[in-house]
């Protein structure tokens, strides 16, 4: 995909909420669309990843959901806590070795 | 199982320099691959290495240049370094780079021109 766009950029929830952040891609040949989540001065960490045969993958408190005709893709944090505060990329990957194109990322903040 | 590992950590350099930054990927992983993250550009894509060879590469000069040894093991040069350069360099490795291979980061080079 030439072009990931990500929103909202910042987000901030009370302890215990969801949070949601929206991925929109532009190739509809994309295949694959991995979640990273990087902490303040470490590295981005997968965290999960759907493929364009799945609609829906859930992992504990997070889920995404691929919308193939739309062209997009979510996150989802339920039961938000302290430590899901970081900065949340998404991407996608089509027929290009090693290389991921990234959202700008959404800030998290995880309130008390 | 070892993570990515990248050396040296942080690295600061004046405008004309060059460097070199290394990369051991995981154990088992042939693609090794290089990003640029910033402030302004977020996570740009350098190039990426399979079996010692450049597969696919990024819109960046060519004062950005890789290699990959027969370990599997990365560098990236960067030669002629301009303040714009001031970025912090991840590289990812994956079992093969394609889309069923999901990448690893390592902990990043950061690089400070002055």
Redo the contacts between chains.
């Keep these: 995909g030439e072009n990931v766009e990500q929103h909202p950029s910042t987000l901030s929830v009370q302890e215990g909420d969801s949070a949601v952040i929206k991925c929109t891609y532009s190739d509809s040949a994309s295949n694959y669309f991995p979640w990273y989540k990087q902490e303040l001065g470490k590295r981005p960490q997968l965290i999960i990843d759907i493929r364009s045969n799945v609609g829906e993958k859930k992992d504990q408190r997070i889920a995404v959901t691929l919308n193939k005709t739309a062209k997009h893709f979510s996150l989802h944090i339920t039961e938000t806590q302290p430590e899901d505060s970081a900065v949340y990329f998404c991407a996608d990957q089509y027929d290009s070795w090693g290389k991921l194109q990234f959202g700008a990322g959404t800030q998290v903040v995880v309130t008390p | 199982k070892a993570g990515?590992t990248q050396t040296p950590r942080y690295l600061i350099k004046t405008r004309g320099q060059q460097v070199t930054l290394s990369c051991s990927p995981i154990s088992g992983h042939r693609?090794?691959?290089w990003y640029q993250q910033t402030p302004g550009q977020?996570?740009q894509?350098l190039?990426?290495?399979?079996s010692e060879t450049q597969?696919?590469k990024?819109n960046f000069p060519g004062r950005f240049s890789g290699r990959q040894f027969s370990n599997s093991r990365s560098e990236m040069n960067v030669s002629t370094l301009e303040l714009g350069d001031s970025a912090l360099y991840?590289c990812?490795s994956?079992q093969s780079?394609?889309?069923?291979s999901?990448?690893?980061?390592?902990?990043?080079t950061r690089l400070t021109v002055t």
């Design positions: 990515v693609s090794v691959s977020g996570l894509f190039f990426e290495y399979f597969r696919n990024g991840l990812a994956s780079g394609g889309e069923n999901p990448l690893h980061f390592g902990n990043g």
